[in-house]
């Protein structure tokens, strides 16, 4: 399992902030909030956050996490973008790392 190889982020104003990273699963797992078991591979994550106001420093708190995934069949040559929650992918990727090697 890699996690967050690559990170580009993007700040929109200073309110916002979008990061898109790569997260790489070596086995079939899933994710609450998705119907279905996904294939080990390369997958997309992107984070959206907004900046905390009133503070002394630069502080952001994660709005979204989305996950880009294969559609399901019939339509599995096109890409949906899925929200999902930071600890559900935390999860998935820990039970990812302790699963037993091939």
Do not use: N, W
């Amino acid at each position: 399992m890699e996690s967050t190889r690559s990170c580009s982020r993007r700040t929109f104003g200073h309110e916002h902030t979008l990061a898109a990273g790569t997260i790489t699963f070596k086995h079939f797992f899933r994710i609450k909030g998705i119907d279905r078991v996904l294939p080990p591979g390369a997958y997309e994550v992107i984070t959206d956050e907004e900046m905390i106001e009133g503070l002394s420093f630069a502080a952001f708190r994660r709005v979204a996490t989305l996950i880009m995934v294969r559609a399901a069949p019939p339509r599995s040559s096109t890409m949906e973008m899925i929200s999902i929650g930071s600890v559900d992918l935390a999860d998935a990727q820990r039970i990812d790392a302790s699963a037993p090697r091939d």
